[in-house]
């Protein structure tokens, strides 16, 4: 059995090449550039005020208070002002250019108007080069301003529309496919048999798959029967990635292994000591990348964070898309047989100056029920059996860990 740091391994020396496609620019969020962006004119274009006020020549204002004539204003938007005397200062608004002579803008609360404002009164100093934003300070034409592989935010959007890069290039998302097996399965709008459970997983994984920003194609629930399994399989195939639920296991009816097995994939790793999730699978053919979790709950949610999340995130584009990590305090004692690692689900909070991990009860892999208190798994190295109250302990903050609410 390998470990979760072997099989993230594996999984990424398996990853296949990156496409990349070109959208609006507005449609670029979340997604990763695959082109770098460079400066389409300086920015500033002009020496910027940075303040309301008066722009002056600094070497005028060091006797204060002194009256300048006022020639002029030079409001933003209001086409380049004239040029400044000596002795003289112009009205100027932020955002408005500097007009030429000046170089200093004084803050307008340091200033007073003088009778018919053909005069101001200054009452402060000011510096040469204070309040101006020169030409280009902020950006040079030809300059790369967002770097290919950089993520692109909502301040990212505002650099496009400030260089006129309304088309641009990022990384194309992997198409995905999901499926769920089992006989005892049924959907969200039928009502079980006493047998029988509604499936879970497809929704759970395709929330997980939105978070991420990614939309996948749910092929529906496919029954223990290796012959419905193959054909189905061949249609996820059509995908990038393709995710199963259930059947990885060891009993009589789990057969995507085998059939994995008939239709030539790769298994590259098909157990994992990992706690929850340890008969997760991982198979490739070509280009094409398939992943088996295990049916329980949550071992599903936890190994598509541990396992699916790191492929799909390199496949947007991203260098490094796993969950966040930080340690916290555990707030109990927690035993485990070792072995394996394990993903237990807490309740981390700052409190007092640090990260507080407060471990939840839950009943089995299965209880999905206990996992959604949870706003963060803590980490439980698989060489330990203990973890005494008061230890610092690894956590793995969940995607909505910010949004969770208690
Ligand atoms: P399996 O991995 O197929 O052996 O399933 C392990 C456990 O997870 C069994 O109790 C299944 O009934 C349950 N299970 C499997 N698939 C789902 C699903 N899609 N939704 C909810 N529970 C499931
Ligand atoms: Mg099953």
Redesign the pocket.
């Known amino acids: 059995m390998i470990s979760v740091e072997e099989a993230l391994e594996i999984l990424l020396s398996n990853l296949p090449g990156l496409r990349i496609e070109t959208v609006r620019f507005q449609a670029a969020l979340g997604r990763v550039l695959a082109e770098d962006l460079v400066a389409t004119c300086d920015i500033p274009p002009f020496h910027r005020s940075a303040m309301d006020g008066y722009a002056v020549l600094a070497s005028d204002v060091v006797n204060v208070p002194i009256e300048l004539e006022v020639a002029g204003e030079s409001r933003a938007g209001g086409g380049m002002p004239g040029a400044l005397k000596a002795g003289q200062a112009m009205a100027i608004m932020t955002g408005a250019p500097i007009p030429e002579g000046a170089d200093a803008v004084l803050p307008v609360e340091q200033t007073q108007t003088v009778a018919d404002c053909r005069k101001v009164k200054i009452l402060t100093g000011v510096k040469a080069h204070e309040n101006i934003a020169p030409r280009g300070s902020e950006g040079q034409t030809g300059q790369v301003v967002l770097p290919c592989g950089h993520r692109v935010g909502p301040a990212e959007i505002a650099v496009m529309a400030t260089f006129g890069h309304y088309l641009v290039k990022v990384y194309a998302k992997p198409s995905v496919a999901i499926f ?3 006989d ?2 049924v959907e969200f709008d039928q009502s079980p048999r006493t047998d029988q ?1 509604r ?4 929704y759970c994984l395709s929330s997980q798959l939105r978070y991420m920003d990614l939309e996948a194609d749910y092929l529906g629930i496919v029954r223990d029967d290796r012959e419905e399994l193959r054909s189905k399989m061949l249609a996820g195939l059509d995908r990038d990635v393709l995710i199963i ?5 060891m ?1 009589e009816y ?1 057969f995507v292994r085998d059939v994995f097995d008939d239709l030539g994939l790769e298994i590259l790793f098909s157990k994992v000591a990992i706690k929850p999730g340890k008969p997760t699978v991982f198979a490739r053919k070509g280009d094409k990348l398939i992943f088996g979790l ?4 949550i071992s599903a949610l936890v190994t598509f964070e541990c396992f699916v999340r790191p492929v799909l995130g390199r496949l947007c584009g991203m260098t490094s898309p796993e969950l966040p990590r930080m340690k916290g305090e555990l707030l109990g004692d927690m035993r485990q047989s070792p072995g394996r690692t394990a993903y237990m689900p807490a309740w981390v909070s700052w409190d007092a100056g640090g990260w507080k991990v407060e471990p939840l009860q839950w009943k089995s892999s ?1 209880d999905i029920i206990g996992f959604t208190r949870a706003n963060a798994t803590f980490i439980f190295p698989k060489n330990r059996d203990f973890l005494p109250r008061g230890e610092t302990v690894e956590i793995m903050l969940l995607p909505d860990f910010f949004a969770r609410q208690r």
């Open positions: 769920a097996t089992g005892e399965l459970i499936n879970s997983n497809a639920t259930g059947g990885v296991s009993g789990d295990p049916g329980n709950p299965a």
